[in-house]
């Protein structure tokens, strides 16, 4: 240090005492710099350049980077030598695989390279012929510790290879399958095996045929670890049935669109368990009876309607009467009128804790909207779509007395811009509004609210109204929601699934919305996903 120094303060003074003299000055300057200072300084420099820091790193703090980054710079990093492919493949917990029939060559190297995968996304295209047993069977050697399995229109495995799967991984947590063949022995080789199975999700099962007494699936082994069933589309639920009178512990029953009588589902599940607190029934065969049974959940907290029109005020009085921890409510009446101010009255006096109540095709009035908002003090979200009840004087006293309310979606009301005006003086914890199809709605009234609360989102879609199909369900909306991203293309069968899907996805439903479709619950997805990040 002190010859660095002394050089530099022989240097400014050469400087200085040769300003008038520029090129003797330079050429003192360059004399005084020794030779070996700067040998020294470029043999250092030569070998900083040479060491390699990440080369020093442990396996462990590698592999933590590595779960740190997306799929696409995952697959990057592996490209950069054999240690990195090793250890990013090693590392790799969740693989979505495109499951075409030529996939079953590249399996053996593909799961020796990726031999951790606990979670795994198995989808084929319409036009393809899909993997068949051969292939799942070498996967399930491969992936022994796998605990979540997704299959999308894997139309050719059957009963048989679903069996040997079943008995390989054995220690399978989730299952969701949608569009696949095979039948009630390959679902109960599953139930009869995975001891610890919680979740199970079945959409369109083609292989079960008639809904006889062969075809009936039990829940064997997971009788006592099922916490969630969730059926889609269908046409023989009923085949299902004693999977969901038996699973002792369910928290979760969600049903769409499925055949069957649910009242009398509904009431021999309620003889058995008292755990629910979940339920969504979705275009189904249920009345108030099954509302009755479902009053008998008295843990209930999330309470789907959609579409069952058959239940009336009386049954979803008997529901609120007894389930009194309610939190979130979503009926969508489908315009048949039978549910209205009674049974909502009746929930707003017993449901102190209600947080989310979506309304559509309810013709609510002011006076059970005023005893909501007096009475559920924690109503924070609000939706009202299709309401023929819902004008300006029940959004003033939605402005006035929900003290709470921190987002507000009103869809095909008659509100106009007294209404707009209303929610600019009340809701102080107001942050975002949403109205579409409020014909006598504005952009001036729009304006005029965003100006009175700078910090209030306010989004305004005043399109032609078309046909109502804004289902409040989070069913086919929710299943989106938890799916593993999407599938993206990759060299050879085996394509891992990569962050431009996930663009893809949601510029699809950017798309989606645009169309007018499934306003509300997209909304409240995001709704739903921005209260989870900010407990977080």
């Not at 710099?33 to 020294?40: A, D, G, K």
């Not at 993206?488 to 663009?503: D, F, L, P, Y």
Request: charged share 25%; net charge positive; with cysteine.
């Amino acid at each position: 240090m002190g010859q660095s120094a002394s050089t530099s303060a022989i240097s400014s003074g050469s400087s200085r005492r040769g300003s008038n003299h520029p090129h003797r000055s330079r050429s003192k300057s360059m004399v005084q710099i020794p030779s070996m200072q700067v040998e020294e300084n470029v043999q250092f420099r030569q070998i900083d350049e040479d060491l390699d820091y990440i080369s020093d790193l442990p396996d462990e703090c590698l592999a933590c980077i590595f779960q740190s980054l997306g799929s696409g710079d995952r697959k990057q990093c592996s490209l950069v030598c054999r240690r990195w492919l090793r250890i990013e493949g090693q590392t790799r917990h969740r693989l979505s695989l495109n499951a075409h029939s030529d996939l079953l060559t590249v399996v053996p190297s593909l799961f020796s390279r990726f031999d951790a995968v606990t979670k795994l996304a198995l989808k084929c295209d319409r036009r393809s012929v899909s993997i068949g047993d051969d292939a799942l069977i070498l996967i399930s050697l491969g992936c022994r510790n796998l605990t979540r399995l997704k299959l999308r229109a894997c139309r050719e495995l059957t009963d048989a290879g679903m069996g040997v799967f079943a008995k390989n991984c054995k220690g399978l947590k989730k299952l969701s399958c949608g569009s696949c063949t095979f039948g009630a022995k390959g679902m109960s080789a599953v139930l009869d095996n995975c001891s610890a199975l919680e979740e199970l999700s079945v959409k369109r099962l083609r292989g079960i045929s008639d809904g006889s007494a062969v075809d009936q699936i039990g829940p064997g082994v997971a009788a006592s670890s099922l916490k969630t069933i969730c059926l889609k589309e269908q046409y023989n639920g009923q085949c299902f049935w004693p999977l969901i009178i038996g699973a002792k512990n369910l928290r979760t029953l969600k049903l769409f669109r499925c055949s069957g009588d649910c009242d009398n589902l509904l009431q021999l599940v309620a003889n058995r368990t008292t755990s629910m607190v979940e339920i969504h029934l979705e275009r189904l065969q249920v009345s108030d009876l099954g509302l009755v049974a479902i009053s008998h959940f008295l843990d209930l907290e999330i309470l789907h309607l959609v579409k069952t029109s058959e239940c009336t005020n009386a049954g979803l009085v008997s529901v609120a009467e007894r389930c009194k921890l309610l939190r979130k409510l979503h009926i969508d009446g489908w315009k048949a009128n039978r549910i209205g101010d009674e049974g909502l009255s009746a929930v707003a006096k017993c449901c102190p804790n209600l947080q989310e109540l979506v309304l559509i095709g309810v013709n609510p009035t002011k006076l059970s909207l005023e005893m909501l908002a007096a009475n559920c003090q924690n109503l924070e979200r609000l939706a009202l779509c299709a309401s023929d009840t819902v004008g300006d004087a029940e959004i003033s006293c939605i402005a006035a007395k929900c003290l709470a309310l921190k987002k507000l979606c009103i869809k095909s009301c008659p509100v106009s811009d007294q209404g707009m005006r209303a929610l600019a003086c009340g809701c102080p914890n107001l942050v975002k509004v949403k109205v579409k199809k409020c014909r006598a709605v504005t952009y001036e009234g729009a304006d005029g609210l965003r100006a009175s609360r700078e910090s209030l989102a306010v989004n305004l879609d005043t399109g032609e109204t078309e046909h109502q199909d804004a289902s409040a369900s989070d069913g086919g909306a929710q299943e989106n929601a938890v799916e593993l991203p999407p599938l993206a293309s990759q060299n050879g069968a085996a394509n891992i699934a990569s962050s431009s899907s996930g663009r893809s996805n949601s510029l699809k439903a950017r798309l989606g919305l645009l169309t007018g479709r499934n306003l509300v619950a997209s909304t409240l997805r995001r709704w739903t996903s921005s209260n989870s990040s900010s407990r977080g």
